[in-house]
C-alpha cells in the first residue's frame, strides 16, 4: 500500500502565495509521475501540474506563470508553489502519483491523497 499525505493549505488573500507539499510512503519501487489536481465546488476534478521523474512538467494554462511544480525524487516529495493567487484558485487540491511498487512488476498504479483545502479570498 502507499500513502500520499499533503500539506500546506489554507486561506490567503488575493495575490498572496501558499506551498503545498506532498510525500508519498509505502510500497514504493519508483514513481513516473507527480502532480496536483483540484477541484473547485461543482467541478470536475482538473489538472494543475505534473512532474515526471526525469523534470519535465506540464501546466494547466490557467496556472502557468504563477504556480511551479517542483520534486525530490530521493524523498519521494512533489510541492507546489502558488503566487499570485487568486479568488477562482480556491479548490480542494489533491496531490497524486503514479508508480511502480515493485522491480518485478511493471504495472504501475495511480494514488490519490485526501486533499487539502486552498481558499482565496478577494
Known amino acids: 500500500q502507499v500513502q500520499l499525505v499533503e500539506s500546506g493549505g489554507g486561506l490567503v488573500q488575493a495575490g498572496g502565495s501558499l506551498k503545498l507539499s506532498c510525500t508519498a510512503s509505502?510500497?514504493?519501487?519508483?514513481?513516473?509521475?507527480m502532480g496536483w489536481y483540484r477541484q473547485a465546488p461543482g467541478a470536475q476534478r482538473e489538472l494543475v501540474a505534473q512532474?515526471?521523474?526525469?523534470?519535465?512538467?506540464d501546466y494547466a494554462d490557467s496556472v502557468k506563470g504563477r504556480f511551479t511544480i517542483s520534486r525530490d525524487n530521493a524523498k519521494n516529495t512533489v510541492a507546489l508553489q502558488m503566487n499570485s493567487l487568486r479568488p477562482e484558485d480556491t479548490a480542494v487540491y489533491y496531490c497524486n502519483a503514479i508508480l511502480r511498487e515493485s522491480s518485478a512488476n511493471i504495472i504501475t498504479y495511480n494514488y490519490w491523497g485526501q486533499g487539502t483545502q486552498v481558499t482565496v479570498s478577494s
Open positions: 509505502g510500497r514504493i519501487f519508483s514513481i513516473n509521475v
Open positions: 512532474i515526471i521523474s526525469g523534470g519535465n512538467t
